[in-house]
């Protein structure tokens, strides 16, 4: 990846569960983005957090930053089958450009 | 509302070949990022263009060239096509301002090079 790794990189829980999935990357960041992928089509952006913002939340996902270890997590809680999908981080620094992770393949299990 | 639009959404193109895609922001976003996705693959940043001059480089071919137009829509030009270049191409665009500016994707053009 251009960024860093995202881990795991796959996860398979039951419905109802909660998902955490976990990404790291190299260098500052001006913020950092969690999108989703269902297979084949484009990224929806889910969530963007600052790097001056340690915990933000919206509807059943909270993320995480830790610009300390270079780190954020997306919790997805009580997860459904349509939660299915790849979910990767991206970081910006400067504005103009903006580095993907790895991806994580969450599957959720009916 | 209006999103990222890219066309076409589908390529097959031979090796050596050249091919355009295209693709118009959400009106009033300044900055257009192009990606390359190869199957199974995380986006790999290409290049990206602030307000019509081309802003940062990233894992772009040299045989691959982009501009951004008046009107604010971008073309990604690619000429003597590879195998390797078959991957999905997406167009994303923002509204730089301040600290964090939320990029929105288009759907992807799927380039398959035969």
């Known amino acids: 990846s251009q960024q860093g790794e995202e881990d795991p990189q796959a996860l398979s829980i039951q419905e109802g569960e909660n998902a955490t999935m976990n990404c790291s990357y190299k260098?500052?960041?001006?913020?950092l983005q969690w999108y989703r992928q269902n297979s084949g089509r484009g990224l929806v952006h889910l969530i963007l957090?600052?790097?001056?913002?340690r915990e933000k939340h919206s509807g059943r996902l909270r993320v995480t930053l830790d610009t300390s270890k270079k780190s954020s997590s997306l919790l997805i809680t009580a997860s459904r089958a349509a939660d299915t999908a790849s979910y990767f981080c991206?970081?910006?620094?400067?504005?103009?450009?903006?580095?993907f992770g790895a991806g994580t393949r969450l599957t959720v299990k009916p | 509302a209006a999103g990222v639009i890219q066309s076409p959404r589908h390529l097959i193109k031979e090796k050596r070949e050249t091919a355009t895609l295209k693709c118009y922001p959400i009106?009033?976003?300044?900055?257009v990022y192009w990606y390359q996705q190869g199957p199974g693959q995380d986006p790999q940043f290409l290049i990206s263009?602030?307000?019509?001059?081309?802003?940062d480089k990233g894992s772009i071919p040299d045989r691959f060239s982009a501009q951004q137009f008046s009107d604010y829509h971008s073309e990604l030009n690619m000429s003597s096509l590879e195998l390797g270049d078959s991957a999905l191409y997406f167009c994303?665009?923002?509204?730089?301002?301040?600290?964090?500016?939320?990029?929105?994707f288009g759907e992807g053009s799927w380039l398959t090079v035969v």
């Open positions: 991206a970081t910006s620094y400067n504005n103009n450009d903006m580095r």
């Open positions: 260098t500052s960041i001006n913020n």
């Open positions: 957090i600052r790097s001056n913002e």
């Open positions: 009106p009033r976003h300044d900055t």
């Open positions: 263009f602030y307000e019509k001059m081309q802003s």
């Open positions: 994303a665009s923002s509204l730089l301002s301040g600290l964090g500016n939320t990029i929105y």
